[in-house]
């Protein structure tokens, strides 16, 4: 990933944090469920040639809204698609170590890495889709109908019955 491509990663983040706390899901982001993840991981896979990413932020159930969601991430590094876990968001540096110890119970192994200041950790290999869902339904008990707001960008994301999403 180029440093440009980071930093406008990295800025983007930044900008769908703040904007989460201030406007309302539905004028921010479109919206998935767990249903969703693989249809977003196959769209992100058929442009994993360039950069691009597809962030899924949400506020846990069983937890009051803070001023950050969860965040979690795929994105192409290097023509690869991998998960992230971001360390910027309050939640996410948080429950790292929770995430750490879930992700290798369940047999991956996330890599820490840091670009340009940036801290995050990166599972390439396995089932992604299995890994982000058993994430959101396990680690933080969201139901699968729960909403879940979706940011792309660098790709087309589309829901079977509606129009695509485009970054």
């Known amino acids: 990933m180029g440093i440009g491509t980071l930093i406008l990663f990295v800025a983007a983040i930044l900008i769908v944090l703040v904007l989460y706390g201030r406007r309302s899901r539905s004028k921010l982001a479109p919206t998935v469920t767990v249903n969703d993840v693989n249809s977003v991981l196959d769209a992100l896979r058929a442009v994993a040639a360039r950069p691009a990413f597809a962030g899924f932020m949400f506020h846990p159930p069983n937890r009051p809204p803070g001023r950050d969601p969860v965040s979690l991430q795929f994105s192409t590094e290097d023509g690869d698609v991998g ?85």
């Open 83 to 167: 998960f992230d876990w971001v360390l910027v968001g309050e939640r996410n540096v948080q429950d790292e170590e929770r995430f750490v110890e879930f992700a290798r119970g369940e047999g991956y192994t996330p890599v820490e890495r840091e670009k340009h200041n940036v801290k995050y950790l990166r599972v390439s290999n396995g089932d992604l889709a299995r890994l982000t869902t058993e994430v959101l339904t396990t680690m933080y008990r969201v139901p699968l109908t729960h909403p879940i707001d979706l940011i792309v960008e660098g790709f087309a994301w589309e829901r079977e019955g509606r129009e695509p999403d485009r970054a």
